[in-house]
């Protein structure tokens, strides 16, 4: 065995739970680079006056929110968790998840932060931005050698209600989820805080198909679907929507959505599934890498 197969990186899940706290009050502090770039690049090409009053507001508020350390919106979302194992990592699996848990719990207490999450039945509200299966915890591996990856998402129920399902049928070809995905913009309308990030889910089976929907939500701006063809949807999907008219906080203008984003996997030949998650113009998210040298913290 070289010495290169043998590395190793056993991952400490109290140094898991630190990040996993102190991710959470990042990401709803501060935004990441790409955002407030794509805030720019709108407010440049926008030919709206209201549309770029409202988009200097929203430039204005993420300014005022990071320098006076508070958070870009009232709303602390569902804590989501995404999870990337490299080779040569060791960690108990269970203990992940539970360091995890704790960090929500801690950053909602010691910061504190208000706390979104409720039992779907009683409504009942723990004050601990936790309950029955959340936070949600999604577990993914690479190749790369001696690396964890923690992702964390904070969605807001504004954009998560934007959110939207149909098991179209091949035969209705790609118009049928181009179709879908407009009408499912103009339904949104300002309710979803625009300008967004529309995210579109092709392929797979029903729930595949909607989390791929909230992973392209939550890309990177600038970022392209791997697959040829979804990047070609993605920029006529882009086009379409900002000719809606929609615009910042449905106001009106050409600033509807960052970008459309579509992830894609394949499906059955008798059904092609197409699915819509929306991310809101404060896309927050943060991110912690640990290799052997350290923690690095970005977004």
Not at 122 to 149: K, Y
Not at 208 to 216: I, M, Q, S, T
Not at 237 to 262: E, M, R, Y
């Amino acid at each position: 065995m070289s010495a290169k197969d043998a590395a190793k990186l056993v991952v400490d899940p109290g140094a898991v739970e630190e990040a996993a706290k102190l991710l959470y009050i990042r990401a709803l502090k501060v935004l990441p680079d790409d955002i407030k770039q794509g805030f720019q690049r709108l407010n440049a090409g926008e030919s709206d006056a209201t549309a770029r009053t409202v988009l200097a507001t929203m430039i204005e508020n993420i300014e005022v929110a990071e320098r006076r350390d508070n958070l870009l919106c009232q709303d602390t979302g569902i804590p989501i968790y995404n999870v990337l194992i490299g080779r040569g990592v060791e960690i108990d699996g269970a203990a992940l998840k539970a360091a995890i848990r704790r960090g929500v719990e801690r950053a909602t207490r010691e910061h504190p932060l208000r706390s979104s999450v409720v039992h779907p039945i009683t409504r009942v509200n723990e004050q601990t931005s936790c309950g029955a299966l959340i936070p949600v915890i999604n577990i993914d591996f690479t190749d790369r050698p001696c690396e964890l990856r923690l992702e964390m998402i904070p969605k807001g129920s504004g954009s998560e209600n934007g959110s939207f399902l149909r098991m179209a049928i091949p035969a209705e070809g790609v118009d049928a989820i181009k179709t879908f995905v407009v009408d499912r913009v103009i339904e949104a309308g300002g309710k979803v805080c625009p300008p967004t990030i529309v995210g579109v889910g092709v392929g797979g089976t029903s729930d595949l198909c909607v989390h791929l929907a909230k992973v392209a939500a939550t890309r990177p701006l600038g970022s392209r679907c791997a697959d040829p063809e979804g990047a070609k949807l993605e920029r006529e999907l882009t086009q379409a929507v900002n000719a809606l008219g929609i615009g910042p906080q449905g106001l009106g203008g050409d600033s509807t959505a960052f970008a459309v984003h579509v992830e894609l996997a394949a499906t059955h030949i008798t059904m092609n599934p197409v699915a819509v998650n929306i991310q809101c113009h404060s896309a927050r998210r943060a991110s912690a890498t640990f290799t052997p040298e350290g923690v690095e913290i970005g977004t």
